[in-house]
């Protein structure tokens, strides 16, 4: 087991390893005094692993709650959200009670929303069981739920008070979600860690699960601890996100994050290059990895689409939108360039 430890607005450890869900309960018992918990979860996640948490939460004494609601992005809404505060309310959840997110970000996101909003914020756990949860969404504080607007827009920043990471979990997952959270992997080797780097272009999909993960959350981690609130070395986890998003969204959703990032972080580098942040070669190297791992190097929409997608996310700042750049492995930077410059900037990375 490998233990990482995040000290932000409240201080919590990650424990990413074999078999954790087994201490549930005793870790459950020590991170709160009240005896309730309450299990959120999908319908994809629970009846794999549910049991086996309730089980481990009541041998330490727990009264164990459980709400299952449909896989799937389409729930991560105020519907969702409302009927888990309501949920909450029926049974007597105090302050000094719990909530463990077993699943995905989804998961991860509505429970930490819940958590952070329910009588104004009471204790949660995060139990991650994607790639993409295990590396990202759990760590950090970021909860929300969608709007019929646009994805996000209701949230909070609320930090769990425990991370346990299950690495048995993994096997479950089906091929294709299992590639898409390595493209967040990817991400970090790219951002920070040219050791990282070399790992994955070694070993591929069969890298060792418990050290990368440990060292991805640890990347993460120390963004979190620079900047919590995402004002400066936090937005570097964006790297390839902003024309990710824009895929995602010019395709009503059919491609899904992890391929779109993999697309974004390919396009942004080969921009990055024809613009001379960094050598044609480490372009061309990140395009390998992210091919290695079977993910999509290319888009097929147009410079002009994917700017102008680009353009409606929420990481513009007025005339303004920060790109994340390499200009080598491991070291990428924070490039505010005008939004009139966008379509011209994507096109040579097309
Ligand atoms: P997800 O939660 O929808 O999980 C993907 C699918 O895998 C679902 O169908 C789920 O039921 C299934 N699944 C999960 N674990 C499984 C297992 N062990 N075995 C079998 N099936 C399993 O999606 P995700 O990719 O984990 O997360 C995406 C969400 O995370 C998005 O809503 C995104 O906005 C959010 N996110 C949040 C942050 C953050 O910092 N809060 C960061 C990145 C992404
Ligand atoms: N997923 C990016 C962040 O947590 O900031």
Redesign the pocket.
Known sequence: MKTVSIKASSSYEIKIGSRLFSTLGQEAAATVSGRNAVIVS????FP??GKKAEESLRNSGFHVFSFVFP???SS?NGETYLRILNFLAQNQITRSDLLLAL???????LT?FAAATYLRGIAYIQL??????AV?????????I?LPAG??LA?AFYQPRLVLCDTD??????AE?FR??CA?IIKYAVLYDPGLFAHLAEKGLDFDRETVIARCVELKGNAVMQDEFDTGERMKLNLGHTLAHGIEHLSGFAV???RAVAMGMALISRAAAAAGFCPEETAREISRLIAMFGLPTETEYSACSLANAALSDKKRFGDVIRLILPRAIGNCIIYPLPVQQLHFFVEAGL
């Open positions: 999908d319908s994809n996640v794999l692993y896989a799937g992005e991560k699943g995905g970000g989804v998961v991860g996101d930490g991650p069981t994607t790639v993409l949860a990202d969404s759990s760590v950090g504080g970021k909860t929300a969608d994805k996000n949230g979990t993994l096997s479950t997952l089906p979600i898409d959270g967040e899904s994050h992890g």
